[in-house]
């Protein structure tokens, strides 16, 4: 089954930057709108930033200005810059994708930023 797999997570220091990747592991026909989330410990998944297929973007209050989304529709692809980073951005972050009303989802990649 296809998926998408997220990669570039990791442990940095606050005030620094990590850009995370996203890509599908097989061929996904007709991806839409895409999107990152991420889930704190104890807290729901919350949507940080979405861009559409015609590049429109969205962002959550708590990124805007920090957080940068992109994609590459030829390869399907997903990034986002992050940049400011704070420890309550501390999380597992997922990459989503639509694709004719299903979604598929990535594995999760963590983002551990120490104070």
């Known amino acids: 089954q296809v998926q998408l797999v997220e990669s570039g997570g990791g442990l940095v220091q606050a005030g620094g930057s990590l850009r995370l990747s996203c890509a599908p592991s097989?061929?996904?026909?007709?991806?839409?709108?895409m999107g990152w989330y991420r889930q704190a410990p104890g807290k729901q998944r919350e949507l940080v930033a979405g861009?559409?297929?015609?590049?429109?973007?969205n962002y959550a209050d708590s990124v805007k200005g920090r957080f940068t989304i992109s994609r590459d529709k030829t390869k399907n692809t997903l990034s986002r810059q992050m940049n400011s980073l704070k420890p309550e951005d501390t999380a597992v972050y997922y990459c989503?994708?639509?694709?004719?009303?299903?979604?598929?989802w990535g594995q999760g990649t963590q983002v551990t930023v120490s104070s």
């Open positions: 989503a994708a639509d694709s004719y009303g299903r979604v598929y």
């Open positions: 097989g061929t996904i026909f007709g991806i839409n709108g």
């Open positions: 861009i559409t297929l015609g590049g429109r973007t």
